[in-house]
């Protein structure tokens, strides 16, 4: 190989190896932002203090190696896992790898909160293939629009408001995101503005009122299927 073919071979290879250093270390923190809690789960096989699951879920919920895996155990209902933590915006980070599961909420709860199903405020849900994020404080988990949409049938003026309500509170972005595969979730909640951000890259956002709830009482993840795992939990400063 000529000296000029060599050279371009290994500025290629040196490139490429940058590139995957900004990658794995891409974040939309600042350097010096101050992290609030943080949870590599290492030295330990529960979740322990800080954290709840759902009742009848707790076996759904195993640390080994210092990773958490996640798994549904329950017919009726994914696995629910929170970390109890009050807050008004979120900063959140965290690993995830699909190991069989189909799919994943991050849910932001205030338990104290009447207005919706269960306290659920918003959420992102992450499939291999997508990312939505919901208000759910106005949207789907609103107790009045829950009603609403187990009705059969709606007068056509009341179902075009529900379905432009629907609409106005949620929205998608595809991924992909392969079996086996770890990937970086981080997701932000600034006054009425909910981003979603996948390898250090904005994937999707949302401008919806609800998301300024100002007085959330935890978060955390929704398992469906077996298994999805997860590591590296982190919470930044939002100020």
Do not use: C
């Amino acid at each position: 190989m000529s000296r000029t073919l060599l050279s371009i071979a290994f500025t290629t290879i040196v490139l490429s190896a940058l590139s995957a250093v900004v990658a794995d270390d891409a974040s939309s923190a600042a350097p010096d932002t101050p992290v609030l809690f943080e949870d590599d789960f290492e030295g330990r096989s529960k979740l322990g203090e800080g954290y709840r699951t759902g009742r009848g879920m707790e076996a759904g919920w195993n640390i080994r190696d210092g990773v958490l895996f996640g798994e549904q155990v329950r017919d009726d209902h994914g696995s629910t896992m929170r970390k109890q933590m009050e807050f008004g915006d979120l900063h959140v980070s965290f690993d995830f790898r699909f190991s069989g599961g189909s799919r994943f909420n991050f849910v932001i709860d205030d338990n104290n909160e009447r207005s919706v199903h269960a306290g659920h405020v918003a959420r992102a849900s992450v499939s291999p293939k997508r990312i939505s994020i919901s208000d759910d404080k106005l949207g789907s988990m609103n107790l009045d629009v829950r009603e609403k949409r187990k009705q059969k049938s709606l007068p056509p003026e009341e179902q075009k408001a529900l379905d432009s309500l629907l609409a106005r509170t949620q929205a998608s972005a595809e991924i992909s995101a392969k079996q086996g595969e770890w990937h970086h979730l981080e997701v932000i909640i600034r006054g009425t503005v909910m981003t979603v951000h996948l390898d250090g890259k904005q994937v999707v956002t949302l401008d919806s009122p609800g998301f300024a709830h100002p007085t959330k009482t935890q978060f955390g993840m929704t398992v469906n299927g077996t298994t999805i795992d997860f590591d590296n939990l982190k919470v930044f400063a939002t100020e």
